[in-house]
T-cell receptor, first 114, second 115 residues
């Protein structure tokens, strides 16, 4: 009954590879996000989708591309992985409307690029 | 653009003592403010939020936070700390005037509660 689930939980891959991280939420929320947490624990928003439409696209390399096949899914695809991409990636979702609620986070995907 | 600052990288407190984790914010209008906690190797968990109304907000695990508009602060507090409270705490702000959902997080404060 996990509300926001990400797969895989751990991902170790070589430089130059392409990989995807999947995210699904069963809360019926309209908005989903991807956040990146670096080794210093800084948490930065990368993308936000509302009803399958991209509404926030922070300054991230073009190698990162989000895909939202439906309202409940927001996948993150990364091309040509680099060492600096190593981080923990969190998916989150939140409902629209007022009063605003906080976001619900997945467990995170620890990506290690070697 | 909205922003939030957590001036302390780490806060150390002895079990049973009161704790405070500081947060200040900057937004163009009235803010929506949140606190999250992250335990090791876990995702973020929602603790509490301020939207409007009473400046003192109570949340999960005995935590509370006080919204102070004049000081633009939203400090997290607990009267008596537990060792199990040791974790990473994030303050977040959302500007209701942005027109879209965007939570901006502070850099996090590590809380260490010693026995």
């Amino acid at each position: 009954d996990t509300a926001v689930s990400q797969t895989p939980k751990y991902l170790v891959t070589q430089m130059g590879n392409d990989k995807s991280i999947k995210c699904e939420q069963n809360l019926g929320h309209d908005t989903m996000y991807w956040y990146k947490q670096d080794s210093k624990k800084f948490l930065k928003i990368m993308f936000s989708y509302n009803n399958k439409e991209l509404i926030i696209n922070e300054t991230v390399p073009n190698r990162f591309s989000p895909k939202s096949p439906d309202k409940a899914h927001l996948n993150l695809h990364i091309n040509s992985l680099e060492l600096g991409d190593s981080a923990v990636y969190f998916c989150a979702s939140s409902p629209e409307g007022l009063p605003p609620l906080g976001a619900f986070f997945g467990q995170g995907t620890r990506l290690t690029v070697v | 653009a909205q922003s939030v600052a957590q001036p302390e990288d780490q806060v150390n407190v002895a079990e049973g003592n009161p704790l405070t984790v500081k947060c200040t914010y900057s937004v163009s209008g009235n803010p929506y403010l949140f606190w999250y906690v992250q335990y090791p190797n876990r995702g973020l968990q929602f603790l509490l939020k301020y939207i409007t109304g009473d400046n003192l907000v109570k949340g999960s695990y005995g935590f509370e936070a006080e919204f102070n508009k004049s000081q633009t602060s939203f400090h997290l507090k607990k009267p008596s700390a537990l060792v199990s409270d040791s974790a990473l705490y994030f303050c977040a702000v959302r500007d209701p005037n942005t027109g879209f959902q965007k939570l901006v997080f502070g850099t996090g404060t590590r809380l260490l509660v010693s026995p």
